[in-house]
């Protein structure tokens, strides 16, 4: 059910400057697969990927202070870990699977991707997304 880990998020105020960062002292690559610069408007945040060597990192800056989940988080804990991201091979499997151990699915979007929430996972945020 889980193939591994598909990314680390990382809630940051300045997205140009954390790739920056991430590039300098990681020798970070961005993904530039899904849009010509590498980033994607979400509305509320605006996400980038990337990549030091077979690790993946969204990068995501709030469009809105104190808006949204990104923004509310940034507002109230500054930058940092946000959540980590497991590739699963069915979503509507892991979904179930999740809940059947009693852990509380929240965000769907698309039927491909939920988060479990981190007050039924030891605190951590944790996305599982079926990867197309």
Known sequence: ??????HV?????????????FQDKFGAV????KSKDGKM???????????????AFELMQPTKEGQGPVGKFVAERGEGLHHISLKVTDYKQAK??????GMTIMGEMGGV?????????????VEFTQVV
């Open 41 to 55: 408007n979400f509305g509320l945040h605006i996400s980038a990927i990337v990549k030091v060597g077979p690790l």
């Open 1 to 6: 059910m889980i193939e591994g880990l598909a």
């Open 113 to 125: 991707m939920g988060f479990i929430h981190p007050k039924t996972c030891k605190g951590v945020l």
């Open 96 to 101: 179930q699977a999740f809940t059947d151990k």
């Open 9 to 21: 998020g990382v809630a940051v105020k300045d997205i140009a400057e954390a790739i920056a960062f």
């Open 30 to 33: 961005l993904d530039t697969s």
